[in-house]
């Protein structure tokens, strides 16, 4: 069964690091874009961050500078979050658009998310 397992979530205070990882599991052949959401209380889930097969990525404007999306291979993906702040607070969703696998193709899958947490 393919699943998308998350870590590194927690508390931190304004101004800290946290990284996060994303490591797809499961029979899969080949992955495309692989990306970072969130969802902020009474927020919709918007777009942090994400990075295709070749390397480029995109981020959120608000996260430019401060964020850092990477792939160290073919089926992980990490968010370094510095500088961080208070209305970063959110759960954090690891997605990947489409990926193939022994059976078949599949698109849209969706992490558990994790809880990410800037306080004082």
């Known amino acids: 069964q393919v699943q998308l397992v998350e870590s590194g979530g927690g508390l931190v205070q304004p101004g800290g690091s946290l990284r996060l990882s994303c490591a797809a599991s499961?029979?899969?052949?080949?992955?495309?874009?692989m990306g970072w959401y969130r969802q902020g209380p009474g927020k919709q889930r918007e777009l942090v961050a994400d990075i295709n097969s070749g390397g480029d990525t995109n981020y959120l404007d608000s996260v430019k500078g401060r964020f850092t999306i990477s792939r160290d291979n073919a089926k992980t993906v990490y968010l370094q979050m510095n500088s961080l702040k208070p209305e970063d607070t959110a759960v954090y969703y690891c997605?990947?658009?489409?990926?193939?696998?022994?059976?078949?193709?599949?698109?849209?899958?969706w992490g558990q998310g994790t809880q990410v947490t800037v306080s004082s």
């Open positions: 997605n990947v658009d489409r990926m193939t696998t022994n059976r078949g193709p599949l698109y849209n899958v």
């Open positions: 499961g029979i899969i052949f080949t992955i495309g874009s």
